[in-house]
């Protein structure tokens, strides 16, 4: 049965977020709002959380999973970034962009693309998901919420427990998030590449 956390949107309970890190630690998937709709988290370390996740969003090996971080120098740490790439990363960070790079060794491999050696990372402008991550110390490995055969992602906390409420350990609520996935933006090639469009403007990043 799904922990449900009602936390305040701007001033978030501690006490809240550290039991839900703590179902993270013992290897639990959260539903948690974000700047661009309902994501699915997991601790990026723990292969039984990762393959849970997949299994939910009914995703293969091959399918890029994001990491989500604190802020630009986590990100950094992750993935090999060049001047040019940096540049880009300071104009959509914080923000709903997920942007896909060639990962470090930091990067656990079961989770980078299997054939390209990238993932996708993101830092959100959410204060409840960033209090999240600082709890948890590190980032957390995400995937948007939707679900196997559906095209929009699950957007209400209600019904997110209802539907998954034996698949997750954990749905955050913490008010209205908008209801649109990010851009996902590959930065491996020159120019970069939009993948998806979703709530961040690319436009917004000279692209």
């Known amino acids: ?50 393959d849970a996740l997949r299994r939910i969003r009914g995703l293969d090996d091959k399918q890029l999973l994001s990491l989500v971080c604190r802020d630009l120098s986590e990100l950094a740490s992750y993935a090999r970034v060049d001047n040019a790439q940096y540049r880009l990363l300071k104009l959509g960070t914080p923000g709903p962009f997920t942007f896909v790079l060639e990962a470090s060794k930091e990067v656990p491999r079961r989770i980078s693309h299997p054939q390209r050696k990238t993932i996708g990372l993101r830092v959100p402008e959410h204060g409840v998901l960033l209090d999240l991550l600082e709890l948890h110390e590190g980032p957390l490995l995400a995937t948007t919420l939707i679900l196997p055969g559906e095209t929009d992602p699950l957007n209400d906390p209600e019904e997110i427990r209802d539907r998954l409420e034996k698949q ?40």
């Open 1 to 50: 049965m799904a922990q449900f956390f009602s936390v305040h949107p701007d001033n978030p309970q501690p006490r809240l977020l550290k039991q839900a890190v703590a179902l993270l630690a013992q290897g639990g998937v959260l539903a948690v709002p974000t700047d661009s709709s309902y994501a699915l988290v997991c601790h990026l370390d723990d292969k039984a959380a990762v």
């Open 168 to 207: 997750v350990a954990g749905v955050i609520e913490a008010g209205a998030c908008p209801s649109a996935p990010t851009t996902v933006i590959d930065l491996t090639t020159s120019p970069p590449e939009v993948l998806r469009l979703g709530r961040g403007d690319p436009a917004s990043l000279g692209l």
